[in-house]
């Protein structure tokens, strides 16, 4: 189990990668969205896999259950991590579609009006 | 819970939601930034004196004992951050009542302005490495939002750039965190600071240190990973500008620090080797990129990264001197480059234009402004006695304590480059006779006002930490001292238990 997570994450942080070295604007936005979910993948890994326990402390107990349990706190930081991804990659989509209607160019080869001496 | 901290972070909230309630007044929104930044101002300058006075402070975020809740704790650095950002936060607002458009304005300007205001002090002031996190996304994203906001092409274009640059940069840190909390199983700074000593595996700890160099020398402008910032610091109007140029960078300059003092100290040798080539480069490129620029904002930009050398070079010296010459020098650098912009931004907008070459004669129409001009400018070079040459003297000092001779002759030259990239200024904007075709556009009183109330508020501070440097240096001394030595912080945090 953990190989194969470990496999898809490089997976995902190698075609982020790819798509961002890609020339059109859409493609880098995707590149940047894979590259955030390897990053998830990574933390959710990082916990340790741990099959079929939840991490529930039974009504009542004062002690958890024996055996290997789930660690809750990496799951919540995802929580959090695709929260924030969400709105920040909303707003990129929203910000690539109108640097595409302004520019008229997707190429990010062509976006080099900052770059430029004054014209 | 401690109100002193909680302060700069809640605060900045309240005024933003006020703002927004108050959408369409923006009469009523002018006058609440103001008034929220004196406060805001006030209560950071109390909290740093509560830090002077009694120590660390710390409060348990919920009431949740650290290491499992969130803590939000301020030694001497982070207060002092947070003071100076309150202090840019107050004279950015008032230089916005006339810098900023009304068309910006009616678009949340001032709602966006002080969301970015609670980012910047969230991040100096946590304890928790995910909750840094959740701060630098706060800032990041108000801080998207402020460059692109009236989406004129060369904002979209640059913006396009940062947002790219800092997206990556985030993944890099949530992917450094997760495998850090893998490694170490905790999540608080200072728990950290006492854990990652016992880890086995000094490898993986290596990775780490250079993913997190990684991630926020991004965001802080370091060499190889500045370019996104010459390429969009000068795209925003000037507020924007000049509250990006102070700050957010030097919030990753903030981070860096913080990480190579308080938890990545296990092999300092590599790590600080690293940084001193990384800091001698910054200087480097950031320099010669400045010298081959015709337009105002755009060499100050460049400026930018290479003043972000003198902060790493100081990290990278790892003596108490050289570190309190860095908090020295990023308290100096933030107050005369904010500045600058502002002086920029006022040329901007008495003659519509930014390129050197058609600008001109500004010292014969305005002289006392342009001595404004001048204080800074000289500063940012380290000219005695202001501000900016104690912090370089210090570091020097520290440099040649070290017996580091490479890194002290790249930041003299350095600082020589720069000293001629702003008589380059000084000449093309100032000092030449103004080209026929040069137009000034008059301005109103209440504009003048709003306009060189901050500058000139900015130069005296530059002024007078150059002549009374002796109580900054002290704190900056007491801030080094706390970075070097965190047993302070880490029992403020942990308690006695652990301490």
């Known amino acids: 189990m953990n190989v194969l997570v470990a496999l898809l994450v490089g997976a995902l942080y190698a075609g ?16 940047l969205m ?18 079929g326990n939840p991490p529930l402390v039974p009504v009542g107990a004062t002690q958890p259950p024996p055996g290997p349990i789930a660690d809750p706190l990496p799951q919540a930081l995802i929580l959090t991590a695709i929260v924030i991804g969400f709105g920040v990659q909303a707003f990129a989509v929203v910000l690539m579609r109108s640097t595409y209607q302004t520019a008229n160019t997707d190429d990010l080869d062509q976006l080099r009006g900052t770059d430029r001496e004054h014209e | 819970m401690n109100a002193l901290l909680v302060m700069p972070v809640v605060w900045p909230l309240a005024v933003a939601l006020m703002a927004l309630f108050a959408w369409r007044r923006r009469q009523f929104q002018a006058a609440l930034s103001v008034v929220g930044a004196v406060v805001l101002l006030a209560g950071s300058l109390a909290l740093l004196q509560a830090v002077w006075r009694e120590g660390v402070q710390a409060t348990q975020i919920g009431g949740w004992a650290a290491p499992f809740g969130i803590t939000l704790v301020a030694d001497t ?27 910006r304005k009616a678009f949340g300007y001032y709602p966006l302005f002080f969301i970015l205001l609670m980012g910047v002090n969230g991040a100096f002031l946590t304890g928790d490495l995910f909750n840094l996190y959740v701060w630098f996304e706060v800032m990041l994203i108000a801080s998207f939002v402020l460059m692109v906001l009236g989406g004129a092409r060369a904002q979209l274009e640059g913006g396009f750039k940062y947002v790219t640059l800092n997206l990556m940069s985030s993944a890099l840190f949530l992917s450094a965190v997760g495998i850090l909390y893998g490694t170490a199983g905790t999540l608080n700074m200072a728990d950290l600071s006492q854990r990652l000593g016992e880890v086995s595996q000094p490898g993986l700890v290596m990775t780490l240190a250079v993913l997190f160099l990684a991630a926020f020398g991004i965001k802080a402008a370091i060499f190889p990973f500045f370019f996104w910032l010459p390429a969009s610091y000068h795209t ?18 903030y981070a860096l ?42 060499l100050l930009s460049f400026h930018i990264v290479s003043q972000i050398g003198y902060m790493v070079m100081g990290l990278a010296l790892w003596t108490p001197l050289a570190l309190a010459g860095a908090v020295f020098y990023v308290v100096h650098n933030i107050i005369a480059k904010t500045n600058l912009f502002l002086v920029a931004g006022v040329v901007r907008r008495l003659y519509g234009t930014e390129y050197l070459k058609e600008l001109g004669g500004l010292y014969r129409s305005r002289p006392l402004f342009s001595l404004l001009f001048l204080v800074s400018a000289l500063a940012l070079a380290g000219i005695p006695p202001l501000s900016g040459f104690w912090g370089k003297l210090s570091l020097v000092q520290a440099g040649l304590e070290a017996k580091q001779y490479g890194i002290v002759t790249v930041a003299l030259v350095v600082s020589l480059l720069t000293l001629y990239s702003m008589t380059k200024i000084w000449a093309q904007a100032f000092w030449k006779d103004p080209p026929k075709a040069l ?42 001292e706390q970075l070097l030595h965190p047993t302070e912080y880490i029992r403020a945090v942990l308690g006695s238990r652990q301490g």
């Not at chain 1, 604007?25 to 590149?31: E, H, N, P, Q, S």
């Not at chain 1, 894979?34 to 099959?51: E, K, M, P, T």
């Not at chain 2, 301005?443 to 000139?456: N, Q, Y």
């Open chain 2, 236 to 253: 925003p109007p000037t507020p924007v500008s000049a509250i990006f140029a102070g700050l957010l960078t030097k919030v990753g300059v």
């Open chain 1, 16 to 31: 982020g990668l790819y798509m961002m070295m890609r020339r059109s604007l859409v493609k880098l936005l995707i590149g």
């Open chain 2, 257 to 298: 620090i913080r990480m190579f003092t308080l938890l990545f100290v296990q092999d300092v040798a590599y790590t600080h080797t690293l940084l001193m080539v990384i800091a001698g480069f910054t200087m480097v490129t950031g320099v010669l990129g400045a010298a081959a620029q015709n337009d105002f904002r755009r």
């Open chain 2, 439 to 480: 137009e000034e556009s008059p301005l109103r009183r209440a504009e003048w006002v709003a306009f060189i109330v901050p500058i000139v508020a900015l130069a005296a501070l530059t002024v007078l930490f150059g002549l009374a440097f002796e109580p900054v240096l002290q704190l900056s001394m007491r801030a080094a």
């Open chain 1, 34 to 51: 894979l590259l955030g979910h390897a990053a998830n993948l990574l933390i959710f890994a990082d916990g340790r896999l741990v099959h």
């Open chain 2, 77 to 103: 650095f982070s207060a002092m951050m947070v003071a100076i950002s309150g202090l840019m936060g107050l004279t950015v607002a008032i230089y916005s009542l006339a810098g900023m458009d009304e068309r």
